[in-house]
């Protein structure tokens, strides 16, 4: 029903940056809330970051506060998730999605749509 689909990713150098996007295909995208959620070999997947469905209110993982960005264009139909200044911890693959509500949320139960997926490797 809802696509998904992120691009971006890539191998960059720590200390460097990479802006992932996330297009998404659907008639509800302007009224939902996105998010950014990651998932490294043997961890669980954690949140990233959100962004409600005018994009005023945002909400980050301590972890990448201050070096990670969302933002949204509703024209576009697309989420971006700027990350700066990047760590080698920061390794994972990166799932785009889509909550059930226009309010920024946190919880992985909160997002019905999913990306496939798109890795990031930050070398040492």
């Known amino acids: 029903q809802v696509q998904l689909v992120e691009s971006g990713g890539g191998l960059v150098q720590a200390g460097g940056s990479l802006r992932l996007s996330c297009a998404a295909s659907?008639?509800?995208?302007?009224?939902?809330?996105m998010g950014w959620f990651r998932q490294a070999p043997g961890k669980e997947r954690e949140f990233v970051a959100s962004?409600?469905?005018?994009?005023?209110?945002?909400s980050y993982a301590d972890s990448v506060k201050d070096r990670f960005t969302i933002s949204r264009d509703n024209a576009k139909n697309t989420v971006y998730l700027q990350m700066n200044s990047l760590k080698p911890e920061d390794t994972a693959v990166y799932y785009c999605?889509?909550?059930?509500?226009?309010?920024?949320?946190?919880?992985?139960?909160?997002?019905?749509?999913w990306g496939q997926g798109t890795q990031v490797t930050v070398a040492s």
């Open positions: 962004i409600g469905w005018k994009g005023g209110t945002t």
């Open positions: 659907g008639r509800t995208f302007s009224s939902s809330a």
């Open positions: 999605a889509r909550a059930r509500g226009p309010r920024v949320e946190v919880e992985v139960r909160a997002f019905d749509s």
